[in-house]
């Protein structure tokens, strides 16, 4: 009987031992699986903040070139209507002296001629002004949207090299 309890005894000991093995084996392999699943999790939480901030930054130099168009759109408004108020007071002025060249007219013949110069002058220069407000208009129009194109150009230059 000796001999069966000692049999037994050793069959728990090895059963235990294994068990014991079996359990290290799976204790290993569990800390393995959760280093590695921590490591893809802080992997994808680095990846996850990279990429918030670029879009942050993203946004931010959009923002910048808004702001950058709507100040060249205000410079280009500004322009237009300082050459307006300068076209209209020049106009005026023109006008009254025609006026007064008009009124010391000797005769109607006289009168017809200073009318006609008048007329021919004013469409020239209102003819001038209009393509000086055109360029003005045509360089503000082109001074606004240049900061959004760099950006649009700078962002589908970013989208295609990372196909």
């Known amino acids: 009987m000796a001999d069966a309890a000692e049999t037994v005894k050793k069959t728990i000991e ?17 800390e393995k699986f959760q280093a590695a699943g921590a490591k893809a999790a802080r992997d994808a939480m ?20 808004v702001v950058a168009s709507a100040a060249a759109a ?20 023109d006008g009254v002296a025609a ?5 010391q007219a000797r005769s109607v013949q006289e009168l017809i001629e200073l009318q006609t110069t008048f007329a021919k002058s004013a469409m020239e220069t209102y003819l001038s002004e209009v393509t000086k407000m055109t360029e003005t208009l045509t360089a503000s129009v082109k001074d606004s949207f240049k900061p959004i194109n760099e950006r649009v150009t700078a962002s589908v230059e970013r989208f295609q090299a990372a196909r």
């Open 14 to 30: 090895t059963a235990t031992a294994n068990a014991k093995a079996q359990t290290e084996t799976v204790k290993a392999q569990a």
């Open 46 to 65: 680095d990846k996850s903040i990279a990429s918030m901030t670029e879009i942050n930054a993203e946004g931010q130099r959009n923002l910048e070139a």
């Open 74 to 93: 205000q410079k280009g408004a500004e322009a237009l209507s300082a050459q307006t108020v300068a076209y209209a007071k020049k106009s005026w002025e």
């Open 99 to 103: 006026s007064q060249n008009l009124a």
